[in-house]
């Protein structure tokens, strides 16, 4: 898995923080060989769990119709051979995000920002239907520390947000399972070794909207084996270590990272012996 997309560990130890990058609207969402695989279990999980999967109110509508125009607009020009029919009979959101391997969200400004359509198929550890009209804040109330680190610049980044300058950032944790679909907030206690954890990363777009001023946010997992990528990256055992080391006890806790480091250390060793 040497071709893992990312690997935004802190070579100094753990930190939270915005990181935001400028984006190319050219690389707005990305495509990699996990794509008709995620495409047909997005399909699976609309057929089967769409009230899991999906959130909309009515406010969330008009930014939804110029989201779906947006996305087919971008396979148009990047992506013309994926000719992907797009249905007009369903909530737009829910229409885009079975074109393009993203979870889509979009928030519209009423009193603050607040998210007001949605379709998550793979949410790494959370409830959609629990966040849908609710603001950043109270989106992010369970992230330990963010009220302090991150609520202050994140709505400032969203008031002064413009359709001219969109944005990246990358998010990672640690956990137990590859699947994708994770909509339950439980963490579990630490076990296995190695190679039962994964490396799971986020990539998420920031964009404003010309015509209806909605904010899109879009959401890429990529995840790996944690023992195939120490295998395949000389630093990664020992930054992903100290990353979990340095992670605050609340934040440990949340990310389900209690004792994790100890059981990985040893089985690291053993590895690289
Ligand atoms: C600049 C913008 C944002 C920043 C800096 C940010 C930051 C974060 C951070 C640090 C976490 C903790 C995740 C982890 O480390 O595992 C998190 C979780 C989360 N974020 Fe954001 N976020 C941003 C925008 C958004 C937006 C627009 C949404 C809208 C859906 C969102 C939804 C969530 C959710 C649902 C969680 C998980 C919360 C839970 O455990 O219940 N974030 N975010």
């Excluded at 989106?139 to 359709?163: G, M």
């Excluded at 799971?200 to 001023?213: A, D, F, I, N, Y």
Aim: charged share 25%.
């Amino acid at each position: 898995m040497s071709d893992f997309a990312y690997i935004p560990l802190e070579t100094k130890g753990w930190r939270m923080a915005m990181g935001l990058r400028p984006l190319d609207l050219g690389h707005w969402l990305e495509f990699d060989r996990r794509r008709d695989a995620e495409l047909e279990q997005k399909r699976q999980l609309l057929d089967a769990a769409f009230d899991v999967v999906v959130a909309t109110n009515p406010d969330g509508d008009e930014g939804s119709r110029e989201l779906l125009a947006e996305v087919t607009q971008f396979l148009e020009v990047h992506h013309p051979e994926f000719d992907i029919p797009v249905r007009r009979d369903e909530h737009p959101v829910v229409a885009a995000a079975r074109l393009v391997q993203e979870d889509l969200c979009v928030l519209v400004r009423s009193d603050v920002w607040r998210l007001q359509a949605a379709c998550v198929c793979f949410p790494s550890r959370w409830n959609l239907a629990s966040k849908l009209g609710a603001t950043l804040d109270d989106i992010h109330r369970p992230v330990p520390i963010y009220d302090v680190e991150l609520s202050r610049p994140t709505n400032a980044f969203f008031e002064r947000l413009k359709p001219d300058r969109s944005f990246w950032r990358l998010n990672w944790t640690l956990i137990d399972s590859p699947a994708l679909h994770q909509p339950t907030s439980a963490r579990r206690s630490a076990h296995g070794d190695l190679a039962d954890w994964f490396f799971r990363v986020e990539r998420q777009t920031l964009r404003r909207l010309e015509v209806s001023g909605a904010i899109v946010f879009t959401i890429h997992n990529y995840v790996a084996s944690a023992k195939e990528l120490c295998q395949s990256h000389e630093e990664f055992g020992a930054t992903l270590l100290l990353n979990l080391d340095t992670a605050p006890i609340a934040m440990q806790e949340y990310k389900g990272w209690i004792g994790v480091a100890d059981s990985l250390r040893a089985s690291l060793e053993a590895t690289s012996n």
